[in-house]
């Protein structure tokens, strides 16, 4: 708690009004008393002077007193000086009721001479002045010892907690006033009267009671944050959902396949549709037939077409199967980091205002890539033609190839003939086939067959060629197709498993979700009972500083409870929910409570008291009341008040009351009153 | 033949032109009885049956004697062939014959032209003659070394391998090889008695692949390329069928073989030993494949406490595939499959690298064979 408290507004009270100091050294035993005596040193020492203010275990305190009377310590205490020729003090603080023994350490001192370096304080819990009997006994002769009693049943009931806060807090002023004031003297630092060692103390504090007031702030605080989680109004935009199609992509191999929305007018291609975009699969092997040099023969596209056959075979057996793992191990890669993305997009909305639409929001825009996964579909083109009857029937069509040489070779056969019906009978018989009769359309009639029959054949030739290469291509197209076909196949079923364990993670986070809004909203969010044991500063008091802090709490609370679910994943739990809230918002309330001065919950509590004066007269009358039965002298003993500076003025015209400021939470007045061994019950 | 013995017949008669030749030895031989024009017939038959046994001979002798029997027959059967020309054929019938009987009819067609009609006739008669389709090719690379085969070692350890082959893409039942070789013992000594290259870098390796074809590996791997003709095998098959040998070869580590930490074989001493460990494997069956004509390298994985060496390979034949979702590519620029060669991974397809090597894999490289 203090840290606010000593950053805000007791920065001005522990800037150190002094330059030279005696060691403090603090000896606890095991006891509650002990125990509270050190929390609140410890609360109440500023760092800088952490050097010279040294808490330890009782039996250790003769280790200490070597080291802070060593040479080298003042050393170590560096911007801080040594009052030269000054003991150190050595506070103990022990517990001696029910029959407890004085410390070992203690009494092993007490059998020693007294040691002009060290100043023995005794804070002793007692049942009354005969538990410390045999101590008080040889107080006498120690000169350098001096013994506060204090118990828990006095004129007031005390508890240890108060008791402790009391008693530091006379250690902590008394020292302070004697390193800072001029004329050194340690029995004024600490009240003490005359030659006598022995005093008891009385007590008063007042404030709030901080463990009731914390706990019903936090609740209250818990249950406007709830409130606020389920107003309808959405925090925050949902982000970008992540694209279906890029993560289909993902799952592609990068190496061969590229997946591509279908330019306009192009040929049905093998692809997935995935909500309302058509993506193509492409695979880039191929490249177009190219007919032989040689057009004599079919030895170059025979070969062309048994390196597609091959291919066909080598994807079928090796490629398809090796993409289908990369799938796979995509697939299964993928799933793991859309489940770790929903996790970092569920998270907590930037202000506690709608934060279950927001969630709600947030599942949705998550909900709409996966749904789109597991419903994705092949496209029309229903895997195209069928390789083998393609492949077989280029194989025909490459047989059906003639041979140009053979074509040529019979034309030179058939032109021979032709030629030698004009010409065998010109040379031969002497007549001329131009004579007339049929002969001479024999000659023209063979002339022009043999032209055409030139253009034919060609022609002929080209054509068959053109069908056998269109005939490779298109095995050649539908062997990829099939391959290509194959994968789009896999890679819809992979995608679509996906989508569909993706979809149920979110239904059970959404099931989640609906369970924590149903038990939130059936929680009352009501602080249990309890009693406000400090009765001065009631509820009013306490909500009249903290009431317009409220939307503060709220805001960092918020962000420390969103901290506290911070992990890989936002627990959607609502159990888990409310005791991160609840714990939060008791530390940022205990956190504001403890940094609020005693000052403001007394101007709360003012209308109730009338006035502060009063406030401040309560607690010396506490404090004057001894912690222990006694007979009490009509003579007022000294209170020492510690609190706030501004209160320096109500103490105008009380008698034996000084003023002494620390950074304490409370006001807080101790008495010290000189023991009066007869009068002691 | 009947068309080229034809055509062959026409050019030296009627070309050249051969028939009055002919015609002068008729008129020459002629005598009572035995008039010009029978006599000028038995010449043009004679002329013709003396053809078309010439051309039967040399066809005979040349090419189904010679080396290339297979291919030049086929190709000189390709130049000649009627498939797609037999309107040409029957064209030329009806043209010629038409033509031939018009003069005829009106009498001024000479009678050794008739011989020159009846040759065209009988050439382009083959109207309803069919040929045979051929089938595709195997695509098998051609291997690396002098396809001569060697004598059979007489001497030598006789081995005997047993191997699971599956066919690529069979995923029901493997084929079972089994093979006996004879290893030379001077082979297997002298490379026992070579200096090991050093393990890193890792491409020293290849250097018993390099080093390590012996003339019993030769005969390994002509074993392979035959047994791909007789059982018309792919390409893809032929690899197959190698790294099923080399799995079938026990899996043993260099401290049982060789007693030592690390240790590499040279071919020959897995085979002789029929036992080896994961780059011994690799190495055989890259030694053997290489020398197939196949494109091959040693993939290796670095698993970063351990390492492991199997093969590398790229389907050369298949030159339309790009490089798969597994592949590697080596330093000489080109992507390999990888391929396990030991019996002990279960993975065995090409390209399927074993789950754990995925999982603990830091690094692939891949290093040619070239």
Redesign the interface.
């Given at each position: 708690m203090p840290t606010a408290w000593v950053d805000g507004v007791g920065r001005s009270l522990l800037e150190p009004r002094f330059q030279q100091v005696v060691p403090l050294l603090a000896g606890f035993d095991d006891s509650a008393f002990a125990k509270a005596a050190r929390a609140e040193l410890k609360l109440l020492t500023p760092p800088q002077l952490g050097a010279v203010h040294l808490g330890c275990d009782l039996a250790e305190i003769a280790t200490q007193i070597k080291l802070v009377t060593s040479a080298g310590y003042r050393s170590s205490i560096t911007p801080l000086d040594l009052i030269p020729n000054q003991a150190a003090w050595c506070c103990c603080f022990q517990d001696l009721t029910g029959g407890r023994p004085l410390a070992p350490v203690l009494g092993e001192a007490l059998q020693q001479k007294d040691d002009d370096r060290v100043r023995w304080v005794l804070f002793l819990k007692v049942h009354d002045s005969g538990d410390a009997a045999a101590l008080l006994q040889r107080l006498e002769t120690k000169s350098s010892w001096v013994v506060f009693l204090l118990g828990e049943e006095g004129e007031l009931n005390r508890d240890v907690n108060l008791l402790a806060e009391g008693v530091v807090c006379l250690m902590l002023a008394g020292w302070e006033r004697f390193c800072a004031s001029s004329d050194l003297s340690f029995e004024k630092s600490l009240l003490l009267q005359g030659p006598q060692r022995a005093y008891v103390l009385g007590v008063g504090s007042n404030g709030i009671d901080l463990p009731y007031h914390r706990d019903r702030w936090s609740w209250r605080v818990a249950a406007a944050i709830a409130a606020r989680w389920r107003q309808p109004a959405a925090g925050g935009a949902a982000p970008e959902p992540p694209d279906a199609g890029g993560m289909l992509r993902y799952m592609v191999?990068k190496?061969?396949y590229t997946l591509a929305e279908p330019a306009a007018g192009d040929a049905p291609r093998p692809g997935l549709i995935i909500g309302n975009v058509e993506l193509d699969l492409a695979?880039?092997?191929?490249?177009e037939f190219r007919p032989p040099r040689a057009v004599?023969?079919?030895?170059g596209m025979?070969?062309y077409?048994?390196?597609?056959?091959?291919?066909a075979?080598?994807?079928?057996?090796?490629?398809f199967?090796?993409?289908r793992?990369?799938m796979q191990?995509q697939a299964r890669s993928l799933s793991e980091q859309a489940k770790r993305s929903f996790d970092r997009q569920l998270i907590l909305s930037p202000a506690p205002e709608g934060l279950v639409a927001f969630l709600r929001k947030r599942l949705a825009s998550l909900r709409e890539p996966c749904v789109r996964a597991a419903h994705v579909r092949l496209n029309a083109f229903a895997g195209g033609a069928d390789f083998v009857a393609l492949l077989a029937e280029a194989?025909?069509r490459i047989?059906?190839?003639?041979?140009l040489?053979?074509?040529f070779?019979?034309?030179?056969?058939?032109g021979?003939?032709?030629i030698?019906?004009f010409v065998?009978?010109l040379v031969?018989?002497g007549?001329s086939?131009l004579d007339g009769?049929?002969?001479q359309w024999?000659f023209v009639?063979?002339m022009i067959?043999l032209a055409v029959?030139l253009v034919a054949?060609p022609a002929?030739?080209a054509f068959?060629m053109r069908r056998a290469i269109r005939a490779m291509e298109a095995a050649?197209r539908a062997m990829i197709d099939a391959h290509v076909w194959e994968v789009c196949g896999h890679l819809a079923e992979q995608f679509r498993a996906l989508g569909e364990g993706l979809c149920r993670t979110l239904d059970q986070k959404e099931t989640q979700l609906e369970a924590l809004v149903r038990d939130l909203a059936a929680d009352r969010w009501q602080a249990p009972a309890g009693t406000n044991q400090r009765m001065q500063f009631g509820d009013g008091a306490v909500d009249a500083v903290m009431t317009p802090k409220l939307g503060h709490l709220i805001e960092v609370t918020y962000t420390g409870f969103g901290q506290r679910l911070t992990g890989d994943e936002l627990p959607l739990n609502a159990a888990t929910w409310k005791v991160a809230l609840l714990q939060e918002a008791a530390a940022q309330v205990e956190e504001l409570l403890a940094a609020t001065r005693f000052d403001q919950f007394a101007d709360g509590a003012a209308p109730m008291f009338g006035n502060r004066r009063d406030l401040l007269t309560r607690v010396i009358e506490d404090a004057r009341k001894p912690s222990l039965l006694m007979d009490r002298s009509a003579v007022q003993p000294p209170v020492v008040c510690i609190g706030p500076p501004a209160w320096e003025s109500e103490l105008n015209d009380l008698v034996s009351v000084q003023l002494h400021f620390l950074a304490t939470r409370n006001l807080v007045a101790v008495s010290v009153r000189p023991l009066d061994r007869e009068s002691t019950g | 033949m009947i068309?080229l013995t034809?055509?062959i017949f026409?050019?030296l008669l009627?070309?050249v032109p051969g028939e009055l030749l002919l015609h002068w030895l008729a008129r020459w031989m002629a005598r009572p009885g035995l008039e010009e024009w029978i006599v000028l017939l038995l010449l043009n038959v004679f002329v013709f049956v003396l053809l078309f046994v010439s051309v039967r001979f040399t066809t005979v002798v040349i090419f189904d004697v010679g080396w290339e029997r297979g291919r030049m027959t086929r190709?000189l059967a390709?130049?000649?062939?009627?498939?797609?020309?037999r309107?040409?054929?029957l064209?030329?019938l009806v043209?010629?014959g038409?033509?031939?009987a018009?003069?005829a009819l009106?009498g001024?067609?000479?009678y050794?032209?008739w011989f020159?009609?009846a040759a065209?006739t009988l050439?382009?008669f083959d109207l309803l003659g069919v040929r045979e389709?051929?089938p595709?090719?195997?695509?098998r690379p051609f291997p690396r070394f002098d396809p001569a085969p060697l004598p059979a070692e007489a001497y030598g350890k006789r081995v005997s391998f047993t191997w699971e082959f599956w066919?690529?893409?069979?995923t029901d039942r493997p084929a079972i090889k089994s093979q006996e070789f004879i290893l030379g013992d001077d082979e297997y000594s002298q490379a026992r008695s070579r200096e090991r290259f050093p393990r890193r870098p890792v491409q020293e390796y290849l250097k018993y692949v390099r080093l390590g074809f012996s003339p019993s590996i030769q005969r390994v791997t002509e074993h392979f390329r035959d047994a791909s003709a007789a059982d018309r095998l792919?390409?893809?098959d032929e690899v197959m069928n190698v790294v099923g040998f080399a799995r079938g070869i026990e899996y043993r580590t260099d401290e049982e073989t060789r007693d030592t930490g690390d240790y590499a074989n040279f071919p020959i001493e897995t085979l002789y030993d029929q036992a080896g460990d994961c780059e011994d494997h690799a190495i055989l069956a890259a030694t053997v494949l290489h020398n197939l004509g196949h494109d091959v390298g040693l993939f290796h994985l670095d698993l970063g406490a351990s390492g492991h060496l199997a093969l590398g390979y790229r389907?050369a034949?298949?030159?339309?595939?790009?490089?798969?979702?597994?592949?590697e590519r080596a330093d000489d620029g080109r992507e390999y499959?990888y391929v396990e060669t030991v019996p002990t991974a279960a993975a065995s397809?090409?390209?399927?690298i074993d789950d754990q090597f995925?999982r603990d894999m830091e690094k692939q490289t891949v290093f040619a064979v070239t």
């Open positions: 191999p190496r061969g695979w880039g092997g191929g490249g004599s023969t079919g030895d025979r070969h077409l048994a390196v597609v056959q091959d291919t075979n080598f994807l079928r057996a090796v490629v199967p090796n993409t793992r990369f191990l194989h025909r047989e059906a190839v003639p041979s040489v053979s074509a070779l019979r034309l030179a056969l058939i021979v003939g032709l030698w019906l065998g009978p031969w018989g007549t086939p009769g049929l002969g024999v009639g063979a067959l029959l054949v002929s030739y068959r050649r | 068309f034809a055509l026409t050019v009627f070309v190709r390709e130049l000649l062939d009627v498939r797609g020309w309107w040409l054929n064209i030329g043209a010629v038409t033509g031939a018009i003069l009106e001024r067609l000479p050794p032209f020159l009609f065209i050439g382009l389709i051929v595709l090719p195997a695509v066919r690529a893409g069979q792919s390409s893809i389907p034949g298949t030159t339309m595939l790009p490089p798969g979702p597994f592949c499959y397809g090409l390209g399927e995925l």
